[in-house]
């Protein structure tokens, strides 16, 4: 069965930092375009991160400069470490393969910017 | 960046009917578009890619088409359980981008 499970999430203060982590199983996540999609509450979707090929990243400018993904493929892992946190950052992020051949989902971790 | 458009932002139909969504982009796309669902309180699903091709699983009466700029998804025979949100999402060009989403209410 594929799954994709996030880890990591919880309510950070604006300025502090938190690392998601993505396993997946079912497949392998070497080589795919493997994604970061965000939904703040009661909002739609939003594509902040892409990792491909040989470990080439893309960011949306929002997160430019803060967010930095990673791919572990022995691991079969993703991991996002999200830095200089802003209060917009607050969203459900999941983890997506790419939508060719696949497609999946993850369940979504909640993160939460507040003091 | 590339914006996608949908239309309607919203609507209401009836048991049995069949409801087309459209799609548009600001910049050619070839067929790389992808239509998502998600229910209330769950995660998003994917339904199709390459905008006509069905992902694994997904119920035939989900059809997509479109190429270039202008894309559509049409639901047949909608049922109560396709009360949802449906989003495009192009993925030809970074950075990735989603439509607003079109929500499917049920009379």
């Known amino acids: 069965e594929v799954q994709l499970v996030e880890s990591g999430g919880g309510l950070i203060q604006p300025g502090g930092s938190l690392r998601l982590s993505c396993v997946a199983s079912?497949?392998?996540?070497?080589?795919?375009?493997m994604s970061w999609v965000r939904q703040a509450p009661g909002k739609g979707l939003e594509w902040v991160s892409c990792v491909y090929g040989g470990g080439s990243t893309f960011h949306a400018d929002s997160v430019k400069g803060r967010f930095t993904l990673s791919r572990d493929n022995s691991k079969n892992t993703l991991s996002l470490q999200m830095d200089t946190l802003r209060a917009e950052d607050t969203a459900v992020y999941y983890c997506?393969?790419?939508?060719?051949?696949?497609?999946?989902w993850g369940q979504g971790i909640l993160v939460t910017v507040s003091s | 960046d590339i914006q996608m458009t949908q239309s309607p932002s919203s609507l209401s139909a009836s048991v049995g009917d069949r409801v087309t969504i459209t799609c548009r982009a600001s910049q050619v796309i070839r067929t790389h578009l992808a239509w998502i669902q998600q229910k209330p309180g769950k995660a998003p699903k994917s339904l199709i890619y390459d905008a006509s091709s069905l992902q694994s699983g997904v119920p035939l009466k989900f059809t997509g088409s479109g190429s270039g700029t202008d894309f559509s998804l049409t639901i047949n025979n909608l049922q109560p359980e396709d009360s949802a949100t449906y989003y495009c999402?192009?993925?030809?060009?970074?950075?990735?981008?989603f439509g607003q989403g079109t929500k499917v209410e049920i009379k």
């Open positions: 079912g497949f392998s996540v070497n080589n795919k375009y």
């Open positions: 999402q192009q993925y030809n060009t970074f950075p990735w981008t």
């Open positions: 997506v393969d790419q939508p060719w051949n696949g497609g999946y």
